[in-house]
């Protein structure tokens, strides 16, 4: 299977990985053809990258990081969890944190369970999903990446516990941002920034009030904007003020935003989220943290079409542990011309490296 952007699929392509809703019902099945009105569905469905089927790279198997029943049952939770505070906001009742708190542990621990058990670079372009809410999607993004972060900086199990509660709520606070204004495509006023701005407080006011939440985890609602040089908000803290835990959801929660299809720009893939994080080492971000995300998440994910500076061209198939800058590929063309595929392993071809990405590989038969 190869791994494609929403924008460089074809009509004819074959799915080669269903697509789910939020309930985690098949929309769309493997071996499905797609049509031209079908991608335009799912584009405005915020779907990043599909898997298409061919016989080059029918062999190409992706490991997911969650299974499927954990991933359906934490969108679940989180859906309806954050529909009913959204609900009881506008209708101006109190909203009873308690209730709610042991659901969302549920989900941590049963997230946790799953990387645990799960050795390969993570990558969360393996499933298709349409959210109605981005904010859903992008909140176990965020908690999968914050706790293999958490994990790869050595965390005991209290604290990815801690840390994953904070993930999991760190945007509860935009369930008082009126829809609007969070989809806006059009650039935000000032006013409309600032408002967005304050989902951090709302969330951290809300989740203090909590006896069953860590009062860490509300730190991470209201820190997790905040960077190393104080540019950040709301209250533009700097450095060893900012706790252990929002410096961790603070640099996965670009790097998810980034990689993910928003109505007013397309998604970056990983390498590409990757560099906007080295850019911001050191000034925005700790350079130690940004290394070992680097190690955590899979750059070039299993299925992705590159093209090698020999001029090789293939889809990557295996990873190399936390070498993820250097993983394995299929071969499938030799200076645009069609070729028996075979594997290079980047790890002991050091001279050779991945140049570009995705759309510049031939299509040649």
């Known amino acids: 299977m190869r791994l494609r952007s929403i924008y460089s699929v074809a009509e004819n ?34 779907v990043s990258f599909v898997y298409i089927d061919d016989d080059e790279t029918s062999d190409i198997v992706v490991d997911e990081v969650l299974a499927e029943k954990t991933k359906q049952k934490s969108m679940q939770t989180i859906q309806k969890n954050f529909a009913e505070i959204s609900n009881s906001m506008k209708l101006g009742k109190s909203i009873d944190m308690d209730k709610l708190s042991p659901s969302f542990s549920s989900v941590v621990k049963k997230v946790l ?10 990558s969360m372009l393996t499933d298709a999903y349409c959210y109605d809410s981005y904010v859903f999607e992008h909140s176990l993004n965020v908690t999968i990446y914050s ?27 935009k369930m008082a941002i009126p829809l609007e204004v969070l989809n806006k ?15 951090a407080k709302i969330g951290f006011d809300m989740l203090r009030q909590s006896h069953t939440i860590p009062l860490l985890a509300a730190h991470c609602a209201f820190q997790h904007h905040e960077r190393l040089d104080g540019s950040g908000y709301p209250r533009g803290i700097k ?26 720009r397309k998604a970056k893939l990983p390498h590409e989220g990757l560099e906007l994080l080295y850019s911001g080492v050191n000034t925005l971000f700790e350079k130690e943290m940004v290394e070992q995300f680097a190690k ?43 070729v028996t595929p075979y594997e290079v392993n980047l790890m002991k071809e050091l001279n050779v490296t991945i140049t570009s990405c995705e759309a510049t590989v031939s299509q040649v038969s």
């Open 239 to 264: 450095g060893d003020d900012i706790h252990l835990y929002a410096k961790i959801i603070g640099i996965v929660d670009v790097f998810d935003a980034v990689t993910a299809n928003r109505v007013y």
């Open 13 to 46: 392509d074959m799915l080669a990985k269903p697509i789910f809703n939020e309930h985690g019902q098949v929309l769309l099945n493997t071996g499905v053809k797609l049509t031209n009105n079908i991608i335009g569905r799912m584009k405005n469905k915020g």
């Open 296 to 338: 955590t998440i899979a750059i070039y994910p299993i299925g992705l079409e590159v093209k090698l500076s020999d001029g090789r061209e293939g889809v990557v198939a295996k990873q190399n542990g936390e070498l993820t800058s250097r993983p394995v590929i299929k071969v499938l063309y030799e200076n645009g011309k069609k």
């Open 185 to 199: 495509t059009e650039p935000l006023l000032d006013e409309e920034f600032q408002l967005i701005q304050e989902h």
């Open 147 to 173: 706790l293999a972060l958490g994990k790869k900086y050595g965390l005991r199990e209290q604290q990815l516990e801690e840390l994953g509660l904070g993930a999991i709520l760190h945007d509860i606070g």
């Open 113 to 122: 369970e799953d990387i645990h058990q799960h050795d390969e670079a993570i």
